[in-house]
């Protein structure tokens, strides 16, 4: 028995990229990943604002497989790397589920989930909580780092301090972008 995301035809998954379209770089057109995602074999694509975010079906391959695929040919066509964080609908139900902040859910351009490479360490988190001296509070679930700035991820000093103290790769998404995707990706799968 397949689960509702997973049917014969294959498994919903997203591509979260980073580091395309931001500040006038690295352009890279939604209708131009789509036919690139085409061209891989994939189908059922659907793409959410500039900043890089695919939902597609794969017939086979898991995320980590998928990552490593989806990586290479993009660096091959577009000639820069771009880092992405593939994920299952599964994972984005688990993230909103678990979400540890419900009480600012409805200031989704507050509320950030930023999708980790992997889940880090005690000691990296110990490190990044020392830096968290603002008005920004974050939690740690697995391979999600959710973050509340209350004045926005534009004003937020400690949010450009993550990536460099948390030493994981990841990129962020607001909660509006990770509820459109959820959405998106449960139309896919239904």
């Known amino acids: 028995m397949s689960g509702p995301k997973t049917s014969g035809t ?17 352009i890279v057109k939604m209708a131009e990943l789509r036919s690139f995602f085409e061209d ?7 793409t959410y604002v500039q900043s890089g975010n695919v939902v597609f079906r794969a ?9 490593r695929e989806i990586e290479a040919a993009f660096e091959k066509k577009w000639g820069f790397h771009s880092r992405i964080m593939v994920r ?16 600012v859910a409805g200031e989704p351009t507050k509320l950030h ?3 980790l490479e992997r889940e880090p360490t005690a000691d990296e ?4 909580a020392e830096k968290c001296t603002g008005p920004e509070r974050f939690e740690i679930k697995g391979d999600v780092l959710y973050l509340h ?23 962020a998404r607001n909660w509006r972008s ?9 139309k896919a799968g239904g």
């Open 10 to 26: 294959g498994t919903v998954f997203v591509a979260l990229f980073s580091g395309i379209n931001v500040g006038g770089n690295r």
């Open 40 to 46: 891989l074999g994939f189908s059922d694509i659907a």
């Open 59 to 67: 017939k086979k391959g898991d995320a980590a497989s998928l990552t």
């Open 88 to 103: 299952d609908a599964g994972w984005f139900e688990r993230l909103v589920k678990d979400n540890p902040y419900p009480e």
């Open 113 to 115: 989930a930023y999708a």
């Open 125 to 128: 988190t110990k490190l990044l």
């Open 149 to 171: 700035a209350p004045e926005g991820l534009g004003k937020s000093v400690f949010a450009n301090l993550i990536p460099r103290t948390l030493k994981v790769p990841g990129t």
């Open 178 to 186: 990770v509820l459109a995707l959820l959405d998106m990706a449960g």
